[in-house]
């Protein structure tokens, strides 16, 4: 009843390419977007910002750094932890050269290192794939982090061997470090985030996204359509770096404050992964999900025992969690294997024609 | 079926032909040798394709079709042989620097992008004619959306004139066989070649099916002047659609000539038949 498409038409290939067709999407859209902008900012509290929000903007945009990898070009990827690194150190180095520079801008020019890296790292995939390429990857990840921890000169001989994130400004306001605010912080992340998302969509939907669904897809008949692997393959390897790597800044700028090289282990990009595969491959929406899904929800359950008035020790609701964790995963990949952004599809795609079974 | 059709056949065919086969040679494929290995798929086969003309290209199991089509649109590398296109000699080319020349292709076994649908499937045969860069498709307003509103123009019109409006939005992977096969020659047709070749296009189907597809060569050859090379199992159809035939097997060449001509040659009635040694 809430959500018919019966009366829209669409009478231009403009309007027939809209992302949201639907107005009922629009308006969803938009309450999400108040939500985001009003609602969160005006009745959140420090927690709910620094410990919830801003590392969920944070990891959805990392998980889209990998979907367009991995979702949409079909190259799978175990180094996103590293890339998200090199993002980080690049623009610990460049803040510490350029003190004076607007960190949001030097966070968004520290993606640029992480792309040029991922372009190298991408090019075994042009002889790779599947498994195999994952593994190289997987040597990328391991040298990476070698590096983080070998070479002094990217921590800036720091006795601790972290960085540590010193107060900088952007606008005027103070952006990062200790004395920054949440709300400041959980803003930019979420400029950042929502930009990313809306460009890359942009993206998808015109030849460049084509051209690399269709390597994903069926790269022979790609080749025979005049795309170059070449081309198509690593410019999927610099934009997803570029992304993961503007994540891992973030990461570091704007919620941690401070970073071992162990936080950008294999375990950091399991974990996108996860999201990535759980919120659906090919989905920005998805990234969304997953990101929501493995950040949030353990949070939840967290303080969901002690709210309902359980009393239990702080180890066994960690062990719960995991556990509780653990078997959604396996439900949702069972009820779905392509992911919740499918789930959702399929919902609204049901209440499309409620109460009728067929449309 | 077929008897009928030879009946009817030859009144317009041979006439739309002949003035066909006088168009210049597009193609030439000169002393083309093939192996993998110790295999020979492949050996000093030599025959032409005309502008306008539709030529099929027909043999036995494992006579070396298929590879003739690789080798053409440079998927494969003949080891001897040089092939001509449009005057120019090439050696060795990737497959993309054929598709950049005009030769497009569909597959014996659907080779379309299984996770897409079927708007972005033909829009995906647009791709060379595509060329705003990054930035502007970020931007998408503009410049980029223009050109993807001209080109959606022209494959709307491709995706009229093989009749699938309906499933335009559907992904490909849900769509029966026949419906797919369309699909992949409306992506071959959407690049616009001066080449197109078809794999089988008409294997696995019903008669229907068949007929429906037969229209469509016949309407692609007549409306947008294409050249086609065909491969095809089915000899009504071959002899109805072609306006010359080569004939392989073994990876020789054993005839070339008109489907009349073909039809009564007796190496190609014994490559076909089999015969007693």
Redesign the interface.
Same mark, same amino acid.
């Given at each position: 009843m809430l959500y018919r498409e019966a009366g829209q038409f669409k009478t231009s290939?403009?309007a027939d390419?809209a992302v949201f067709p639907l107005r009922e999407d629009r308006i969803g859209l938009a309450a999400t977007l108040f939500a985001a902008f009003v609602l969160v900012p005006v009745f959140a509290d420090d927690f709910f910002l620094s410990s919830i929000m801003i590392p969920f903007l944070i990891f959805a945009c990392a998980a889209i750094g990998l979907n367009i990898l991995t979702g949409y070009a079909g190259q799978l990827s175990l180094g996103t932890g590293a890339f998200m690194g090199v993002g980080a150190y690049a623009a610990y180095k460049l803040t510490s050269i350029f003190p004076e520079t607007n960190i949001v801008l030097l966070v968004l020019v520290s993606g640029f290192f992480s792309a040029a890296i991922g372009i190298v790292f991408g090019l075994p995939s042009l002889r790779i794939k599947g498994l195999y390429l994952a593994v190289t990857t997987l040597a990328a990840q391991f040298f990476l982090e070698w590096c983080f921890i070998r070479i002094p000169w990217l921590y800036n001989y720091n006795s601790s061997g972290a960085i540590e994130v010193p107060q900088r400004e952007a606008f005027g306001i103070i952006a990062s470090g200790p004395a920054a605010s949440a709300l400041t912080r959980y803003f930019i992340v979420l400029a950042i985030t929502l930009a990313v998302t809306v460009? #890359?969509k942009?993206?998808i939907? %015109?030849? /460049? %996204?084509?051209?690399w #669904? #269709?390597i994903?897809? #069926?790269d /022979?008949?790609?080749?025979? /359509?005049?795309?170059?692997p070449l081309y198509a393959k690593l410019?999927a390897f610099a934009?997803s770096s570029y992304i993961c790597g503007l994540a891992g800044a973030m990461m570091v700028f704007f919620w941690l404050g401070a970073a071992e090289p162990s936080a950008f282990s294999i375990s950091l990009s399991f974990q996108i992964l996860f999201m990535a595969i759980l919120g659906g491959l %090919?989905s920005l929406m998805g990234s969304y999900f997953g990101a929501a899904f493995i950040w949030i929800l353990p949070v939840v359950i967290r303080f969901a025992f002690p709210a309902l008035g359980i009393d239990i020790g702080a180890e066994t609701v960690q062990h719960l969690t995991f556990m509780i964790i653990g078997a959604l995963i396996i439900f949702f990949l069972i009820a779905e294997p392509h992911g919740l952004a499918r789930l959702w599809a399929i919902g609204k795609e049901k209440l499309r024609v409620w109460p009728f079974p067929y449309g | 079926m077929r008897v009928d059709a030879e009946g009817g056949g030859p009144g317009a065919a041979p006439k739309k032909g002949e003035e066909r086969i006088t168009g210049e040679v597009l193609l030439s494929i000169d002393d083309i040798s093939l192996s993998f290995g110790g295999v020979k798929a492949i050996s000093h086969v030599s025959f032409d394709i005309r502008k306008g003309e539709i030529r099929a290209i027909i043999g036995p199991n494992g006579a070396g079709k298929t590879s003739m089509l690789n080798v053409i649109n440079g998927f494969y590398h003949p080891q001897e042989g040089t092939i001509t296109f449009k005057g120019e000699t090439r050696a060795k080319m990737r497959p993309y620097v054929a598709a950049s020349q005009g030769i497009a292709r569909t597959f014996q076994n659907v080779a379309l992008f299984k996770g897409m649908s079927t708007l972005d499937n033909i829009m995906s045969g647009r791709s060379l004619k595509m060329h705003r860069n990054f930035f502007w498709q970020m931007l998408w307003f503009g410049p980029a959306q223009r050109e993807e509103i001209a080109h959606r123009r022209r494959v709307e019109e491709i995706i009229d004139f093989l009749e699938i409006e309906h499933i335009r939005k559907t992904p490909v992977g849900k769509l029966p066989y026949g419906l797919q096969k369309r699909v992949e020659l409306g992506r071959a047709l959407a690049m616009e070649p001066d080449l197109l070749l078809l794999d089988e296009p008409m294997a696995g189907m019903n008669l229907e099916e068949k007929e429906d597809m037969s229209r469509f060569i016949i309407d692609v050859s007549d409306q947008f002047g294409t050249t086609i090379a065909l491969i095809e199992h089915d000899m009504g159809v071959v002899m109805d659609l072609s306006d010359r035939v080569v004939v392989l097997d073994y990876g020789s060449k054993i005839a070339d000539g008109t489907p009349d001509e073909v039809r009564g040659n007796q190496k190609v009635i014994d490559a076909y038949l089999g015969v007693a040694h």
């Open positions: 290939y403009a390419q460009l #890359m942009n993206v939907r %015109g030849h /460049i %996204g084509r051209s #669904m #269709m994903r897809d #069926m /022979i008949a790609a080749e025979l /359509i005049g795309i170059r410019s934009v %090919g | -």
